[in-house]
């Protein structure tokens, strides 16, 4: 599968081809991740299970970073997305996957892994807890998307108070074609009487056997009712079973992937056999019918640039709108500070402006260095969205691009999703011009400071409101700078995304029978 992969360079299968690479290692644990729409209650199941309140759990969506538990001695571990990695104390495990203290994965956290002593019943197995999808909050949803093809089994859990949304259905449609053990886990059962529990069981089951075609399991669980019957019985039917045999269930995991990764394959090559029976002639229309105006690579890059240009046109704004919000807070402080500095001025004038420019920016740079820490979660928010955006077009192209091979030679293709790897916005330097243009040390000596000196420092003061208002703008100029150019790299890994696509469909379409 490697060699067909790589031969033909089908670039979009490489993520599935590397969970089946990372599945294959003997000591790679076994991934038992768990899913579901935000406040569902994913948290709050890991946490009963591992009984403690390792996770943070909150009325507002909270995980932000996928997060990894296993048994072994009490330690966490946080790994960055540039590889490094570091331990911290478990107590401070929101501090790193919690939206409110990592807002927007502004740390840039790949994952935090934590081991416990009470995981210890279920070796060989490692607890996933991944961000709710559905919020508004687009970076969450898509850190879970990104982690699909590594799952190995599923817990997907859904309230009793909004059953099985088109989200949840379609979650473990795809789902079932990446693990080969996917169990529904029904929460906040106890919101329910038993009359309504029956009746969202059989709602949900009926669904799910329309959806994927068979029975799925279904467990109902509460954290708030009997929560050691629900929890003992999850660990009894779901997840002692596979850590008794997770070798065995690994190697089910790998089939499933293996298979699934096959199928895709199989696309590409029997739509190169389609092509490679038919004479030049037929396989130019062919080529034609397939690779019309609406999957043109021009067609693809100008909706890339225009997504980049919108972008483009809000991230200044989105910088400058909790810049200049401080703006009169800053220079109060920097004028009420600033009063008192230059009582121990002294010197003529060209000595008194270099004391005033070398103090203000000093001054102004502390102010500048504190507000630049509040703002990587606002380049990541846009950054998530140009990849949402990105996204949906390069989505948007295969959809058209398996539409027409299969309406041309009866071929489908396979599902395969775009993986971006989001690039992390440089922190943009503080940058403090001059302030005064005119060269004071040639015409101290036409203006005595006895005289003049009261003049010079009340407009010393009533300059902080500008040199306030240009700074906060050159810093919101400068990270909107930076974060256009992480934008941009998406924009380039979609564009490179499509090309793949394109030429791999091209590659097998242009084949002759004696090649094929």
């Known amino acids: 599968m490697d060699r067909i992969v790589q031969r033909h360079k089908m670039e979009s299968l490489a993520p599935l081809l590397e969970a089946c690479?990372?599945?294959?290692a003997n000591s790679a644990p076994l991934d038992v991740a768990v899913f579901g729409q935000f406040k569902a209650g994913k948290s709050s199941l890991l946490n009963a299970i591992v009984g403690e309140a390792i996770l943070p759990v909150g009325v507002i969506p909270v995980t932000a970073v996928i997060t990894r538990l296993t048994g072994g001695p009490r330690q966490a571990v946080v790994t960055r997305r540039d590889g490094t990695r570091f331990e911290i104390d478990p107590g401070q495990v929101a501090d790193y996957v919690s939206e409110a203290a990592n807002p927007g994965n502004a740390k840039q956290v790949s994952a935090v892994d934590i081991s416990t002593p009470r995981l210890d019943d279920l070796p060989g197995v490692r607890l996933v807890d991944t961000p709710g999808l559905g919020s508004v909050l687009a970076h969450n949803t898509q850190e879970t998307r990104d982690w699909l093809p590594n799952v190995a089994a599923a817990l997907v859990v859904v309230?009793?108070?909004?059953?099985?949304?088109?989200?949840?259905?379609?979650?473990?449609?795809?789902?079932?074609?990446?693990?080969?053990?996917?169990?529904?886990?029904?929460?906040?059962?106890?919101?329910?009487?038993?009359?309504q529990r029956a009746e969202v069981e059989r709602y949900v089951g009926g669904q799910l056997r329309d959806a994927v075609g068979h029975a799925v399991p279904i467990l109902t669980v509460s954290v708030r009712q009997d929560a050691?019957?629900?929890?003992?019985?999850?660990?009894?039917?779901?997840?002692?079973?596979?850590?008794?045999?997770?070798?065995?269930?690994?190697?089910?995991?790998?089939?499933?992937?293996?298979?699934?990764?096959?199928?895709?394959?199989?696309?590409?090559?029997?739509?190169?056999?389609?092509?490679?029976?038919?004479?030049?002639?037929?396989?130019?229309?062919?080529?034609?019918?397939?690779?019309?105006?609406?999957?043109?690579?021009?067609?693809?890059?100008?909706?890339?640039?225009?997504?980049?240009?919108?972008?483009a046109a809000q991230s200044r704004p989105a910088f400058e709108s909790p810049l200049l919000a401080q703006r009169n807070p800053i220079g109060e402080r920097i004028a009420h500070d600033l009063k008192s500095a230059m009582k121990t001025w002294s010197g003529n004038l060209a000595r008194q402006v270099e004391q005033y420019e070398t103090w203000m920016r000093q001054r102004m740079s502390h102010e500048i260095e504190a507000l630049s820490l509040e703002l990587p979660p606002v380049a990541d928010n846009l950054v998530a969205q140009a990849e949402a955006r990105f996204r949906r077009i390069t989505e948007a192209v295969r959809d058209r691009l398996a539409r027409n091979l299969t309406q041309a030679s009866g071929v489908e293709l396979a599902p395969v999703a775009w993986r971006a790897t989001r690039p992390r916005v440089a922190v943009a330097p503080i940058s403090i011009g001059r302030i005064f243009d005119t060269s004071w040390d040639l015409l101290w000596w036409l203006i005595p400071m006895s005289v003049f000196g009261g003049l010079f420092r009340r407009?010393?003061?009533?300059?902080?409101?500008?040199?306030?208002?240009?700074?906060?703008?050159?810093?919101?100029?400068?990270?909107?700078?930076?974060?256009?150019?992480?934008?941009?790299e998406l924009r380039r890994q979609s564009m490179s995304w499509i090309e793949d696509e394109l030429n791999t469909l091209e590659r097998m379409l242009s084949q002759d029978a004696s090649r094929a």
């Open 459 to 488: 407009h010393c003061v009533r300059e902080v409101t500008w040199e306030t208002e240009k700074n906060l703008i050159r810093l919101a100029g400068a990270w909107a700078d930076a974060t256009m150019l992480a934008v941009n």
């Open 21 to 24: 690479r990372s599945l294959q």
């Open 228 to 311: 050691a019957d629900h929890v003992s019985r999850l660990r009894d039917k779901v997840l002692t079973p596979i850590s008794v045999d997770a070798q065995g269930e690994k190697r089910s995991a790998l089939e499933l992937k293996l298979t699934t990764l096959a199928a895709a394959c199989d696309a590409y090559l029997r739509a190169a056999l389609a092509a490679a029976d038919r004479t030049d002639a037929d396989r130019a229309r062919l080529h034609a019918a397939v690779f019309d105006e609406s999957v043109s690579l021009a067609l693809a890059r100008d909706e890339l640039a225009l997504a980049e240009q919108r972008l």
């Open 159 to 195: 309230s009793a108070e909004r059953p099985l949304s088109a989200e949840d259905s379609a979650l473990i449609t795809e789902l079932v074609g990446l693990a080969p053990r996917v169990v529904l886990v029904l929460s906040k059962i106890d919101l329910v009487d038993q009359p």
